[in-house]
Structure formats: structure tokens, C-alpha cells
């Protein structure tokens, strides 16, 4: 007997381990982020950060590139050729030349006998003179010591790279941006979600006071059925709040680009810490002057001029030294006859007329220009407007939130009256509901107001370039140590 109640002791506990691994399991699956996490993470994952920074990555190797123009240019080269069949070129038959050049030197000295049968006829004959080995070894070095397009392209690729890592500082600040408003949506979501479980909770709970006074006697049956109605149809509202912070999940796990299988929450809470924000016309001037998109732009500006510089350059001549040393030899066997030769010298090009298409790319260079300007215009007054708008926001917010406050004091205050009320009978069952509805909206509302309150600050940031260097400095970073 003693054995079997051993044996049950140990399945119990062998049960209990398991469902605490199980649970544990489940629990260890989800991943928990706080709001640095979730950034630091979609700034390692997301796909807009990533291609701004392999830009960054261009516009670094277009600099080097471009200071490679300046150094000077070694190139080998070797070749050996066989000719199969030498080439020939007309020439005076020499046979003839040299047979007729002599009778007549003897001829002329009496020692034979004149005879025209003695000279050959004077005619071209294809003769060889290559030998069908050839081989040759060359080095030849290349200076370049004036071009405009070489020294106008390097300040052109310095531009360029600084215009690339003002766009990836753009990025970085709407990733951010991005994370923020996915993160706190979540907690709002989660909130509400609360809020509700609670108002189920209290419907219930009403239900069952109903209920129970009912069995006794002492309350309608309409009213047991009203209570019962009131809690069936709020069920469906909280499964839309559910599932809306399920999509809400999903929006935030998209931004960080986590795998669709992973669960994740969020660690943090909608507190309402008023901050002081700086007027108008001083948050529209540092905007001005540090707007990442306006940044951007405004080094584009200066991008489209070194370009225009560049395709000016093709009015100005060029100037390039050089010198080459080459091993040769040739041979109709392999027993070469080697020579070398080398030589030094400078070489000048300038072109005198090529159609007006320099003209023409220096006037589409122009126009492009201007257009940067216009777009760098538009965006200037785009930043202004959205910052009086931000701010008109903040104050509405902050208006309704000293409303909020006290209307959800007000609220629970009507809930608690009408609760007591209820039961000593001198309240009806619609107030209660009434009052529990109302003190759930109000709740929302302040949550909502809050929300609104944290993202409008995180947007006026975003607008005035406010950004942590650490960020840009954590996704250098991370790109260095692949």
C-alpha cells in the first residue's frame, strides 16, 4: 500500500514538472521588448535603414574611385604571335637588280662580252620581311597632371557622400518614428483591452448581484434579462479590442521585420509628462536648420552644382604624362633576337567642337538645379506648416487631457452612486449600466489623449531633426562588424 501511494506521489510530481515546463515554454516563446529594444532591433532589420546605408557604403567607394583618377595608372601588358602565313608587301625584284648591276659592271670593264640577254627584266615582287615568332613585354605608367573632371569629380563624390548620410539620418529618424508610434499603439491597445476585461468584469458582476436579488425576491426579471443583454453584447466589443491589438503586434513586428511565427509584447505604459515645448517660429527655425529632409536637399543642392562644375570640365583641356618600357624579340625559330626600348613623354587633349553637348549637359545639370530648389522650397514650407499643425495638436491634447482628468474622476464618482444607489434601490439598473459605460469611455478617451499627446512630441522631434547620434552610430557600427 505504501508502494502505490509512492507510485501516485511520483506521478504527481512528474505531472506537475510538466506542466510547468510546458508553461514555461509558452512563456519563453513570446518576446518581450521595451521601446529601446524594439528600436534598436528596426534598426538592425528594416529594409529602408539598410538600403540607406548601403548608399552610404556607394558614396564611400565613389570617393575613393574618385581619388583613384588622381594616382597615377601602372599597366603590364605581354602578347606572343605566331604568324601563320608572313605578310608581303610589293617590292623591286632584288634578284633582277643585283644580277643587272653586276653585267653591267662587267660589261662596262670589258671583261665579258655585251649581251642583252644578259639583264633580267625590272618588276615588283611580293617579298616577306616578319619573321613568324614575335613577342613583346610592356610596362607603361600613366600621370594625369591636369583634368578638370578628375579633381571637379572628387568635391562632386565628397558631396555625394555627405547627401547619402543626411539621407540615411533621415531614414534612421523615421524608423524611429515609425517604432514609436507602433510601440505606444500597442500599449494603448493593451490598455483598452484592459479596460474592457474590467467593464466585462463589472457587467458580469452586475449580473450576478441582479441575479441573485432576483432568486430573492426583490428584483424584476427584466432586469436579470437586461444585465444578461448588456454583458452578451459587450463580448463582441472586446474581441474587436483584442484583435486590434493583435494587428497592432503584427504592424510592430512588420517594422522590425521579425519572422510572422514569433509572439511578441511590449514593456511599457501611456504617462502623461508634460514637457515644455519651444514656440513657433523657434522650432520652425532649428527645423530650418536641421530637418533631415531639408538637410538632405540642401546638400543635393550642392551635389547638382559640382555636377554642373563636372560637365563644364569637358571645355578644359587635359594633361597627362607617361613613359612605357617594353622587352621584344622575334625570330623565325626560337632563338630570339631581344631588343628593349622605352620612352617618356606628355600628352594634351582638348576638344575644339563636339556638337554643343557639353552645352546641352550643362544646361540639363541646370535644370536639375532648380528643380532641387523648388523641391527644397516646397519642403520648407511643407516643415512649417506641419509644425504649426503639431503644435495646435499639442495644445488640443493638452486641453483634453485637463478635461479627461476630471471628467474620469466624475465618472467613477457617478459609478460609485449609482452602484451603492442600485443596491439600496434608489438607482436603476440603466444608471448603473450608464455610469460603467461612461467611465469606461472616459478612461479611453484619456488613454487616447495621451497617445496622441506621446506621438504628437515624437513627430515635432522628427520634424526638428531631434535624433540620438547613438542611433546612427549603432547602425554604422552593426554594418562594420558583418
Known sequence: MIQNIFDKFKIIILVISVLILN?????????ILTLDDAIKTALQNNSDTRIALLEVKKAQSAVNEAFGYALPSVDFSASYTHLLEKPRMPFPDFEALLNNSTYSVLEAENLIPKDPNHFLPMRNVLQAFALSNNYEAKLEVTQILFNSAV????????????????????????????????FYGIVLAKEVVDLMNVSLDNFQKHYKNVKAMYDQGIAAEYNVLQAEVQVENFKPSLLEA??????????????????????????????????????ANDLIKI?????????TLESKIEVDEAFIDLDRSDWWPSLAAFGNYSLNGMADDFNFLNYRQSMVGVALQMNLFNGNRTKNKVQQATIERIK???????????????????????????QNLISADRNVEL???????????????????????????????AKTNRLQSVYAYIVTLNEIDDLIGNIKDDYIQMVMRNEINK
Open 372 to 398: 532641387t530648389e523648388e523641391q527644397l522650397s516646397q519642403l520648407r514650407d511643407f516643415v512649417t506648416l506641419q509644425i504649426k499643425t503639431k503644435l495646435n495638436e499639442l495644445d488640443r491634447v493638452k
Open 287 to 295: 527645423a530650418n536648420e536641421r530637418n533631415n529632409d531639408i538637410r
Open 151 to 182: 579633381f571637379t569629380g572628387i568635391g562632386a563624390s565628397g558631396k555625394y557622400l555627405q547627401t547619402s548620410q543626411e539621407m540615411l539620418n533621415s531614414k534612421v529618424s523615421k524608423t524611429v518614428l515609425q517604432v514609436k508610434q507602433a
Open 242 to 279: 483584442e484583435n486590434a491589438l493583435k494587428n497592432s503586434k503584427e504592424g510592430l513586428k512588420l517594422i522590425l521585420k521579425l519572422d510572422k511565427d514569433t509572439e511578441i509584447d511590449v514593456d511599457g505604459s501611456l504617462v502623461y509628462n508634460e514637457i515644455a515645448v519651444a514656440q
Open 23 to 31: 508553461n514555461f515554454d509558452a512563456e519563453s516563446q513570446v518576446k
Open 411 to 441: 465618472a467613477e464618482k457617478t459609478a460609485k452612486i449609482a452602484s451603492i444607489g442600485y443596491t439600496n434601490g434608489t438607482r436603476t439598473q440603466l444608471e448603473v449600466l450608464t455610469a460603467e459605460t461612461q467611465l469606461r469611455q
